[in-house]
């Protein structure tokens, strides 16, 4: 089974509209780390932003917001203002305890394409 | 200069050559990732280092090896390419996470193997 689920293989959006990209994510651990990464088309991979399992309120970063449902195992992306830069491939991550070592999982991705 | 290098950007080899990509790191982690992305499953990892002298197999590991040689760099080879490995690979850093650092990983700009 998938350890992080991206349902959503491509997403549209109108530039300066608002798009959330979904994630779930599926762990026993009580401690872990949940992160998106941006890839231009370019290829090179970006790291956007963190969620810890014990943080409490969402975390932010700039145009980027991260809405965490921690009961429903949900780490959702949302993008404000979309900008034609946006246009790239979207990943989830999830860093959990695994063999003794926290190692980073990733999710197959959502391609976003924002329109003019 | 990138903090993480990796050469050779893009390789075409033949089946049952051996290939080796090489990354290499100044920005001083421990941490040590081999990642491998194909379209439409998003990254996978083949190999995990977290000091010179630990080397750890990740989810895909069959037909790879890898060498760490300092801590600032990790080798990756395939001992008898086979074109099912023709993919974009990455190399990818970090740091131990603690409360002032999310412990996010940081890659390089990938390899993009053929293998005919």
């Known amino acids: 089974a998938q350890k992080i689920t991206q349902t959503q293989p491509g997403m549209f959006v109108q530039e300066k509209e608002a798009v959330t990209l979904d994630c779930t994510y599926d762990t026993s651990d009580q401690s872990y780390g949940l992160f998106w990464y941006k890839q231009p088309s370019s290829g090179e991979m970006i790291f956007l932003i963190y969620?810890?399992?014990?943080?409490?309120q969402n975390a932010t970063e700039g145009r980027y917001s991260l809405n965490f449902q921690k009961a429903r195992k949900s780490a959702n992306l949302v993008i404000s203002a979309s900008q034609l830069g946006d246009s790239a491939m979207y990943f989830c991550a999830m860093r959990e305890l695994s063999g003794g070592s926290y190692i980073p999982t990733f999710g197959r991705g959502t391609s976003l394409i924002v329109h003019p | 200069d990138a903090d993480v290098t990796q050469t050779p950007r893009n390789r075409i080899t033949k089946t049952g050559k051996r290939i080796m990509l090489e990354c290499s790191q100044t920005k001083g982690h421990d941490r040590m990732y081999w990642y491998r992305q194909d379209p439409g499953l998003g990254l996978r990892l083949i190999y995990y280092?977290?000091?010179?002298?630990?080397?750890n197999k990740g989810e895909i590991s069959d037909g790879y090896s890898v060498s760490r040689q300092a801590q600032a760099k990790f080798s990756l080879s395939l001992e008898s390419a086979i074109p099912n490995q023709t993919a974009l690979y990455f190399c990818?850093?970090?740091?131990?996470?603690?409360?002032?650092?999310?412990?996010?990983?940081?890659f390089g700009e990938g390899s993009r193997l053929t293998v005919l």
């Open positions: 969620q810890g399992s014990y943080d409490e």
């Open positions: 990818a850093t970090s740091t131990l996470e603690t409360s002032l650092n999310t412990g996010e990983l940081f």
């Open positions: 280092s977290f000091d010179v002298k630990d080397i």
